[in-house]
Nanobody
């Protein structure tokens, strides 16, 4: 089971750190992705990290602003989001899967387990 937290209302230019905590399994054994979905839009990948931090990947829309990281002692993956923009608004989900290639890690269909999401709202 995955549980996201850390979503909030923030002004443009601000920062948030989202957490994805796992229960029942060691998250260090899983690749993890962060996704967001805005009203009326498809779910899009904003970051992913391979098993044992073998790779990380970001789309151009968040590159150099978002950073994904792991704390294996807490079985938690974080998404640090800086320089937030109103376009970053949406529900943020984390997802996990046992095996993934870098080429597919931003695709929602690559993941088998999802959290319930946390709302991020960026005001202008």
């Amino acid at each position: 089971q995955l549980v996201e937290s850390g979503g909030d209302l923030v002004q443009a230019g601000g920062s948030l750190r989202l957490s994805c905590a796992a229960s029942g399994a060691a998250l260090k054994n899983y690749a993890v992705g962060w996704f967001r979905q805005a009203p009326g839009k498809e779910r899009e990948g904003v970051s992913c990290i391979g098993v044992a931090e073998g790779f990380t990947k970001y789309p151009d829309s968040v590159k150099d602003r978002f950073t994904i990281s792991r704390d294996n002692t807490k079985s938690t993956v974080y998404l640090q989001m800086d320089s937030l923009k109103p376009d970053d608004t949406g529900i943020y989900y984390c997802a996990a899967t046992l095996s993934i290639r870098s080429s597919g890690c931003l695709a929602p269909d690559s993941y088998t387990t999802w959290g319930q999401g946390t709302q991020v709202t960026v005001s202008s």
